[in-house]
């Protein structure tokens, strides 16, 4: 065995460290998790993760794209929760995103993203995060298909049933005949 490979450390499905069930879980691989951020993969094709999610031209859209980025922030939280011993994190909210560039009209079947998010700041339960998409090509290098920055906040368990409530509220208040 290598010396490289004897320091890599062992990480767990992406699933492990997310709240997501299917059909929303999507990452398939976490390759690296760091304290400044977390590296992870996902196969694109019609029968995997992403086939419900295809449009008809065979694509991807933006929005997930940006759901991949999502959940590499997740990824790193998750890692670090567990590594302190504590739950997941019940629900994590974009609050926005700024920069995001995307690369129009990429046919992905069969190609294997790397999904990428690097720490910028952190204070509390609010971060943001740098992020990338890229389709790893065959010779090993990666064409960039979407980037940007995120700004996430992980709400507790109290702050969930709290946000939940309330938009049980707010629907079963909800009623269409008193819209202008």
Not at 28 to 35: C, G, K, R, T
Not at 48 to 68: A, K, R, T
Request: with cysteine; charged share 15%.
């Amino acid at each position: 065995m290598s010396a490289a490979a004897a320091t890599t450390p062992a990480y767990l499905p992406a699933a492990a460290y997310l709240p997501h069930q299917p059909p929303m879980m999507w990452l398939d691989e976490v390759l690296s998790v760091d304290e400044r951020g977390a590296r992870c993969a996902v196969t694109c094709s019609p029968e995997g993760v992403l086939g419900p999610f295809y449009n008809p031209q065979g694509q991807l859209g933006c929005s997930c794209l940006i759901e991949l980025m999502a959940q590499c922030v997740g990824v790193w939280s998750g890692y670090w929760q567990k590594e302190r011993g504590e739950a997941l994190t019940e629900i994590g909210l974009m609050l926005g995103a700024r920069n995001l560039v995307f690369t129009p009209d990429c046919q992905l079947h069969g190609q294997r993203l790397i999904v990428e998010a690097t720490l910028l700041m952190q204070d509390g339960q609010m971060g943001s995060f740098e992020c990338r998409v890229s389709a790893a090509q065959p010779a090993g290098e990666l064409s960039q298909l979407a980037c940007g920055r995120l700004n996430l906040y992980s709400a507790g368990s109290a702050e969930t049933a709290a946000v939940l409530r309330r938009a049980q509220e707010a629907r079963d208040g909800f009623n269409c005949n008193s819209l202008p």
